[in-house]
């Protein structure tokens, strides 16, 4: 464990709402994180209903295991960061019109 998020309110469904509100502004890069898991937990009607135990993970596997995206999503996601890369854009920008014209070939 690397840290802890702690939050403190009057009632219950409000430490929901503020570990909620900092859980979706948490970043942290390089190291992979349960913080989409945990959000889960955080909106399942049955926990913000405070009907849980220690039970609760493995009665609502299904509802809180990770949703992959789709392959579209997934390419568009990746296009965006590759022509998002400052070394991709200097390399287009670099290029001249002609060159760019007739796509990668060169002689």
């Known amino acids: 464990m690397l840290g802890k998020i702690i939050v403190h309110a009057p009632t219950r469904n409000e430490a929901i709402l503020k570990a909620t509100e900092q859980l979706r502004e948490f970043v942290l890069l390089g190291v992979k994180t349960n913080s989409d898991y945990l959000l889960k937990v955080l909106n399942h009607p049955s926990f913000q209903a ?55 070939w060169r002689n």
Do not use: H, M, V
């Open 50 to 104: 405070g009907k849980y135990d220690t039970g609760f993970t493995d009665e609502y596997t299904e509802d809180l295991l990770q949703e992959l995206p789709s392959q579209e999503k997934l390419q568009t996601i990746l296009a965006t960061a590759y022509l998002s890369d400052r070394t991709t854009r200097l390399l287009q920008e670099a290029t001249p019109a002609l060159y760019g014209a007739i796509g990668d």
